[in-house]
């Protein structure tokens, strides 16, 4: 423990100085304002900025990664409250009732829940990845498909508190999702299935095609749909500032809970952050003491799931740094970049370059104080975003929403579907069928399915893998309290 | 959005500052595009971003840009590259051998002949790799069990028809085993199988020597076989031939030019490359990074191409990845068919409750906003016919405008004007800044 410490203080020795903090400053910005842009997601920010730091030596280039990180992995969010278009996938929690609250005028409020609560829970997992890494990524290595089939059916059940107001239509959602998830290779035969013999179809559809065609194009046509209809409130800000007493009171246990829920979360190599933010949201909704308040603007359902993305993406750099193994596309674009530097990710990095290590952990913390440096201020100012004139918001969204799908792979395909998916997002919109679960189905479905079948074939056919190892039976066990758990509670309590 | 712009500018401003200034004497390459046909992160991407410093460092090219091309394993940016960089004299795509398991395991219509071969650049080995703990202390223990029963035992590595399959079969072809009972769990992303053999949740691993190397270091996994055909200096590890298995593979990746760039194109490039595989630059990532140096340029590399090429599709065939059937409602397993089952049901169910509450609703007031809804159709319509011919800006300010129109009545000129600043801001910002290309149209000239 205090060889730990003082390494860490010999790592904050070498970070800390005047231009470093500004090396900071500028990769808390530019991963922040790359992205912020939708279609972008941390693995393209961060790849696009590297060139950036090529030039600086290994330490300033460290303290400058760790800006870009934190700020690619936060910057997602603040499309997502204010535009109801998430900038990548972690953040598609957030734009549920984070979007609410801008639309009630507290968007400052939810920008500044998601600034500190990333800010806290990426301090606190940053603390956890400083002493707990090693024996955390030895553990992780007990999870194989059958866990992490396990893993996915656990975030499945989050599917339950996003449902809405009918059962039925919460399940046509989910059931769409799962469909376009069918599209693809078969990543285990290699077969192309669904694909309809359109090449580009073969990967399947780009999860983020289907986030920003649902959220920002089916908004903007739904929007339009309405008008007329109903008189225009204008929206007013309730402050510039930030957050009241009242929400900081119900703030700041789901920050706690999102680092606890999306740091080990991020250490298992299963679907990046998206995962951990739909637990917690799950969680904050099951632990509130006004449920009803979900979907309709509760901080918490913005606080939790934005402290549990931050939180994972410091989670992701435990299986990279102690074992070398990328676990996420950002993961295995941060390894090319500290090779770059000599720093070999692997068992042995804490020994060989101790210097570079804890140089990078402490640009960690530097990069996460920065990031709530530049973001706090900032809440107020990109609330105002809210106040822009409606014709010129919803041209400017159809107009980004439009180049990000485009940008993805560069495909008219990818174009087509966003817009087609936009007038299926007006629909559900009218129609009064929530838009998440199908976003849940696309992104765990295929996860799902594929661990199922990579579980039963390692086990040669055996079903009974499912039930006979302990890590896979508790979080099935998990997973079925979590379903049937409120409604047993309820019988209990009656019968008494 | 400003705000966004102005604060990037600032950072690339402030790069700009921090980079060396351009080499005086030396002829270099002006602009070069390398197409990466992987996601960031992915195998190619790391080697483009790489070349691109290497570039960049020893001043060969004076400005490189990096454009990921993701899908299907490389063949979705074959397939680009070909019809869209058709005689582009100053770009190059990254390519190898998982390009050519591709190109047969998912059929694909064109291949690397379909495109200008520069040159191989880099190779590397592949291994068969337990985790310490593992009961496999030698490759003849874990072949005894092999072939005492193929099924019992699975092979982990990456993506189906990808190198570390090709190596299964060949393995299992070269042990008299038929490579069709060879168990191959495919994992999707490098890091997913790295650590499924690890935590030793299958018999063996095949991965890339490069990547296992500090594990390798640090002896917490145990090399069964190297794929190389002698022994590496410096690395603890028997080859499969000396075991036995007449096996010899290896990871190669290389450059290919746009089909019907002119000759003196094509000898720039290659002068280019030959130059880059040259500099003591270069000589250091290899080392950083493991790769073997395997330039090979010119008629040589085409005959190892069209080598290689029967190779692969020989032993992917045997297989049984290019069966490549297209699955449909008629030969879909049981997941296809219960999600399609829940999707027709819950609609059902859905549209059956619709309609009775349409019964039951009375007509709400006032009628939908047919009109908005329609000039946006238009915008969008127009936007996907436009786009790619007029170019981005242009489509872009129509859909602006259209949609500006769609919840305003009052000032077309106002939303003109804005219309078309955030166009070109757009433009500038993803295309300029970040050099994610986006289609120019008539207004190339000026863009």
């Known amino acids: 423990m205090s060889e730990t410490l003082e390494a860490l203080r010999q790592g904050f020795a070498l970070a800390l100085t005047l231009p470093n903090l500004g090396w900071a400053f500028v990769g808390v910005t530019l991963g922040t304002a790359v992205g912020v842009l939708p279609g972008i997601g941390p693995a393209l920010t961060v790849a696009l900025l590297l060139p950036v730091t090529f030039t600086l030596d290994p330490t300033s280039a460290f303290i400058m990664f760790g800006g870009i990180y934190y700020g690619a992995m936060y910057g997602g969010s603040t499309t997502s409250i204010l535009i109801n278009a998430p900038g990548e996938t972690a953040s598609i929690i957030t734009a549920i009732d984070g979007h609410m609250m801008a639309r009630q005028g507290r968007g400052a409020a939810a920008l500044t829940t998601a600034a500190i609560g990333s800010f806290v829970a990426g301090t606190l997992a940053t603390l956890a990845l400083t002493f707990t890494a090693p024996a955390l990524a030895s553990f992780a290595l007990h999870f194989g498909p059958a866990e992490y089939f396990a893993l996915t059916i656990l975030a499945f059940t989050a599917v339950a508190v996003l449902l809405g107001s009918s059962v039925m239509r919460g399940l046509l959602s989910l059931f769409m999702g799962l469909a376009l998830g069918l599209i693809g290779i078969d990543q285990l035969t290699g077969d192309a299935r669904f694909s309809f013999g359109i090449p580009q179809l073969l990967d399947g559809i780009d999860v983020m095609v289907l986030v920003i065609g649902l959220f920002a194009v089916g908004e903007t046509l739904y929007q339009a749909w309405r008008h007329g209809r109903d008189e225009l409130h204008a929206i007013t800000l309730h402050d510039f500032t930030g957050m009241s007493r009242e929400e900081w009171r119900r703030s700041w246990k789901p920050w706690l809970r999102g680092a606890a829920i999306g740091f080990p979360l991020g250490v298992l190599p299963c679907g990046g952050s998206v995962i951990p933010t739909f637990v917690s949201y799950m969680t904050e909704r099951r632990l509130s003491d006004h449920p009803e308040q979900f979907g309709h603007g509760a901080i918490e359902g913005v606080a939790g799931p934005e402290a549990a993305n931050n939180a994972a993406a410091a989670g992701v750099l435990v299986p990279l740094l102690t074992l070398g193994v990328p676990s996420s596309a950002t993961a295995a674009v941060l390894l090319t970049a500290f090779q770059q530097y000599g720093l070999q990710p692997g068992p042995l990095l804490f020994e060989a370059r101790p210097d570079l290590v804890w140089t990078l952990i402490a640009s960690l913390y530097i990069g996460n104080v920065m990031l709530l440096v530049l973001n706090l201020p900032l809440a107020g100012v990109w609330a105002r975003v809210m106040l822009v004139p409606r014709p010129l918001l919803f041209g400017g969204i159809l107009v980004l929403a439009s180049v990000g799908a485009y940008s993805l792979n560069r495909s008219m395909l990818d174009l087509v579907l966003l817009y087609s998916v936009g007038a299926v997002g007006c629909a559900m919109r009218v129609w009064d069928v929530p838009l998440v679960p199908a976003v849940l189905g696309l992104i765990l479905g295929p996860l799902s399915e594929q661990q199922f079948r990579r579980a039963v074939a390692i086990a040669g056919g055996d079903l009974t893998v499912f039930v006979t190892r302990p890590i896979t039976v508790t979080l099935l066990a998990v997973a079925a309290f979590v379903l049937a758990g409120p409604w047993l509670l309820r019988r209990w309590t009656m019968v008494r | 959005m400003r705000r966004a712009a102005v604060s990037l500018l600032l950072g690339v401003l402030v790069a700009g500052w921090a980079a060396p200034a351009p080499a005086a004497a030396q002829p270099v390459f002006p602009h070069l595009r390398l197409i990466a046909p992987a996601a960031p992160g992915g195998g190619w991407d790391q080697t483009a971003r790489v070349i691109q410093q290497v570039l960049l460092s020893s001043k060969l090219a004076r400005t490189v840009s990096v454009e990921n091309i993701p899908g299907a394993a490389g063949t979705i940016g074959l397939a680009r590259f070909v019809s869209a960089e058709q005689g582009n004299g100053d770009t190059l795509m990254a390519s190898g051998l998982i390009m050519l398991g ?346």
């Open chain 2, 102 to 447: 591709a190109i047969a395991t998912y059929r694909s219509a064109l291949t690397l002949g379909d495109v200008t071969p520069i040159a191989r650049i880099t190779g590397e080995y592949e291994i068969l790799v337990v985790p310490t703990a593992s009961p496999f202390q030698t490759l003849d223990d874990f072949l005894v069990a092999f072939k005492a029963d193929p099924e019992s035992i699975s092979w982990g590595g990456g993506s189906a028809g990808g190198t570390d399959q090709i190596l299964a079969g060949l393995v299992a072809d070269a042990v008299g085993i038929d490579p069709g009972r060879v168990n191959y769990i495919a994992f999707s992303g490098g890091g997913e199988s790295m650590s499924a053999i690890l935590g030793g949740q299958v018999s063996v691993g095949i991965n890339g020597l490069a990547e296992f190397a500090p594990q390798i270091e640090s002896g917490i996994v145990r090399v069964l076989a190297i794929s190389s055909g002698e022994r590496l200096p410096g690395l603890e590890a028997p080859t499969l031939r000396e075991q036995g298995v007449d096996v010899e593979l290896e990871n190669w990746r290389s450059l290919v030019a746009p089909p019907g760039v002119r000759a003196a194109d094509r000898a720039r490039l290659e002068a280019l490359v030959g130059a880059m595989v040259r500099s003591p630059e270069w000589k250091e990532v290899l080392a950083r990074y493991r790769w073997n140096d395997r330039y090979l340029a010119g008629p040589a590399f085409v005959r190892f191409v069209d080598d290689e090429e029967a190779r692969v599709q020989a032993i992917l065939h045997q297989l049984g990845t290019t069966r490549g059937e297209a699955v449909t409602l008629t030969n879909a397993g049981p997941y296809p068919l219960f999600v399609l089952a829940g999707l027709a049901l819950t609609a059902a169910a859905a549209a059956l409750s619709a309609w009775r509450r349409s019964r039951r609703a009375v007509a709400t007031a006032g009628g939908p906003g047919w009109r908005a809804v329609g000039l946006i159709a238009a915008g969008i319509a127009i936007d996907v016919l436009l786009v790619e011919r007029a170019g981005f800006v242009i489509a872009s300010s129509v859909l602006f405008w259209l949609t500006a129109r769609a919840f305003d009545a009052g000032h077309p000129l106002r939303d003109a004007f804005f219309a078309v600043g955030v166009s070109f801001g757009a433009y500038g910002l993803f295309a300029r800044l970040l050099e994610l290309p986006l289609p120019q149209g008539v207004l190339a000239g000026w863009l």
